[in-house]
């Protein structure tokens, strides 16, 4: 059946992991465009800023603090939605924690709430909001990585994550628009390393500090890509060509790609002290920044 999505200016948009990075860049874009944005994130203190922030220039934005990995915490980010506007038109899975850290190294513990928010996170909010989404049809957007099909030394747990992202993603798609035939997109973004705090907020088994490999693109990039599938309805969208080269390799040349991936270990670490060796695996981060420290950037 044929899809239909509004105009941005005619949307509810709800957004997770909306205070800082990608999440943060999407909901001020879609703010500005007219959507009328729901924020969602663990950092309280930092939405409500940015709210403020949207508010106060004319738009029109909420912000629910909750923690992507409670199913219960993201019922009630919907029913916050619903209750200020009365429907939701487009849900952006996008809230995500890093791990950096060699397999062998990283706890059992870290890995599972990884996995909580970066997986289960997608999951409990793409389920959240599909009966919401099939009432008036909509769109469903989550975030993944070009670790969806490639892979990062150091960041194993991480690629597992977002490899588990695709293949949920890709079944529900089959299950709510070809075997349901539900007015839903279901649409994966695939980014390549973006300009964010992503690596400062990763929980850091290294005693160097982590970094992303350049070259890294700018998150509105990514925004832009998000809030074009809201509006056209998308499979799926590698952004920065880079995304494209690693998945073009991970699947037509993986022997090749395993060796060329290796080398990117130098590349994801600083040559300074690890600082914060913690993140924000465990506790919200409330910097409400855009874009990371990367001079190279």
């Given at each position: 059946m044929s899809i239909k999505l509004k105009a941005l200016d005619q949307q509810v948009i709800v957004i997770t992991g909306a205070s800082s990075g990608i999440g943060l860049c999407t909901a001020e874009s879609a703010a500005k465009r007219g959507a009328k944005v729901v924020l969602s994130a663990r950092s309280e203190n930092t939405l409500n800023d940015v709210v403020t922030r949207i508010n106060?220039?004319?738009?029109?934005?909420?912000?629910?603090?909750?923690?992507?990995?409670?199913?219960?915490?993201?019922?009630?980010?919907?029913?916050?939605?619903?209750?200020?506007?009365?429907?939701?038109?487009?849900?952006?899975?996008?809230?995500?924690?890093?791990?950096?850290?060699?397999?062998?190294?990283?706890?059992?513990?870290?890995?599972?709430?990884?996995?909580?928010?970066?997986?289960?996170?997608?999951?409990?909010?793409?389920?959240?909001?599909?009966?919401?989404?099939?009432q008036n049809g909509g769109a469903l957007i989550n975030v993944g990585s070009e670790v969806s099909d490639a892979v990062a030394p150091l960041l194993g747990m991480y690629s597992a994550s977002k490899h588990a992202v695709k293949g949920f993603t890709d079944a529900l798609r089959v299950e709510s628009e070809h075997v349901d035939k539900a007015p839903i997109s279901i649409t994966l973004i695939q980014p390549t390393a973006v300009n964010t705090p992503f690596d400062q907020h990763g929980r850091n088994?290294?005693?160097?500090?982590?970094?992303?490999?350049?070259?890294?693109?700018?998150?509105?990039?990514?925004?832009?890509?998000?809030?074009?599938?809201?509006?056209n309805p998308t499979r799926d969208v590698k952004v920065g060509m880079m995304s494209k080269v690693n998945t073009f390799a991970a699947k037509n040349m993986p022997s090749i790609a395993d060796r060329m991936t290796a080398k990117q270990v130098k590349n994801l670490q600083r040559d300074e002290?690890?600082?914060?060796?913690?993140?924000?695996?465990?506790?919200?981060?409330?910097?409400?920044?855009?874009?990371g420290n990367h001079p190279s950037a």
């Open positions: 106060s220039v004319g738009g029109e934005a909420i912000a629910i603090a909750a923690d992507v990995a409670d199913r219960k915490q993201i019922e009630a980010v919907a029913d916050a939605a619903i209750s200020r506007f009365g429907r939701i038109d487009t849900w952006v899975n996008n809230a995500g924690v890093a791990i950096y850290g060699r397999l062998d190294e990283v706890s059992e513990q870290d890995s599972r709430r990884l996995f909580d928010t970066n997986f289960w996170g997608v999951v409990n909010g793409s389920l959240v909001a599909l009966p919401y989404l099939k088994y290294m005693d160097r500090e982590p970094d992303l490999p350049t070259p890294m693109i700018d998150p509105q990039k990514v925004a832009d890509a998000i809030l074009s599938a809201a509006e002290p690890a600082h914060d060796r913690e993140g924000t695996l465990y506790i919200p981060g409330e910097g409400g920044h855009i874009h």
